[in-house]
């Protein structure tokens, strides 16, 4: 598998089986992850990886937390505008529609947003860490080392799924992790391998073309 393919493959998977993820594979996954390039050379992440027992503590730490708090860091601005608000009411809608849960069935929707609380069946758990002073480039930074975990694991035959819906459980996280107070949890993932008959893992969400984000100049 070469880098494009890589990149083209990966989609969020929201639908895992429960085969385990041996941990000499998730080490090689962060192996190679680590050479992903960060400002300074600070790398600034921690992960920390749950499975069997502390995946299903989480799991219940969860549960018994919904649906959890937004804190002074929202995973979106408020008041989302165009063309970013009708890209994310689009993803729902597409998501939804895949599930056959119209916008009435309120209840099916919550339990369908649940499902992130439960890695949507994932057995591996990840959480990414980074110290709260600091700033904006850092946080960048981190991405780039979570979409480089999501492609080492997808040229291993494995899913992920990154999940900021964690970020509503931060403060039982932290508490749970016993996380310095200077360090908090930014983002979850669940990794595993793809329940690839179900529906939802079909989902293959747009993508604005080239020449509406960029411009070329001088070339
Ligand atoms: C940082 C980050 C956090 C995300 N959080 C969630 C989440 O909590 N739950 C979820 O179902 N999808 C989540 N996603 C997945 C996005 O919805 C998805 O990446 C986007 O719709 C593009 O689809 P694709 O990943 O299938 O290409 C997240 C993606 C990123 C990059």
């Not at 609380?117 to 850092?138: N, R, S, T």
Request: with cysteine.
């Amino acid at each position: 598998m070469n880098v494009t393919e890589a990149l083209k493959s990966r989609i969020s998977i929201r639908a895992f089986k429960p085969d385990p993820v041996p941990e000499a594979l998730l080490r090689e996954i962060l192996d190679v992850a680590r050479f992903a390039p960060s400002g300074g050379n600070l790398q600034p992440w921690k992960v920390i990886a749950v499975a069997g027992a502390e995946r299903d503590a989480v799991v219940a730490l969860a549960k018994a937390n919904l649906p959890g708090t937004e804190d002074d860091r929202p995973v979106y601005p408020a008041n989302l505008w165009e063309p970013y608000r009708s890209r994310r009411y689009k993803l729902g809608e597409d998501l939804y529609a895949l599930l056959d849960i119209p916008r009435e069935n309120k209840a099916g929707r919550l339990m369908q947003l649940a499902q992130n609380f439960e890695f949507f069946g994932a057995p591996v758990g990840l959480f990414f860490v980074i110290e709260k002073a600091m700033g904006h480039g850092q946080w960048a930074h981190l991405g780039m080392f979570m979409q480089s975990i999501a492609l080492a694991a997808v040229e291993r035959g494995l899913g992920t799924c990154m999940q900021e819906a964690w970020a509503r459980m931060r403060a039982p996280l932290a508490t749970h992790f016993a996380l310095p107070a200077s360090e908090m949890i930014y983002c979850g993932m669940a990794l595993g391998y793809a329940d690839v008959g179900n529906p939802v893992n079909t989902l293959r969400s747009d993508r604005a073309e080239v020449d509406e984000f960029a411009t070329f100049r001088g070339f």
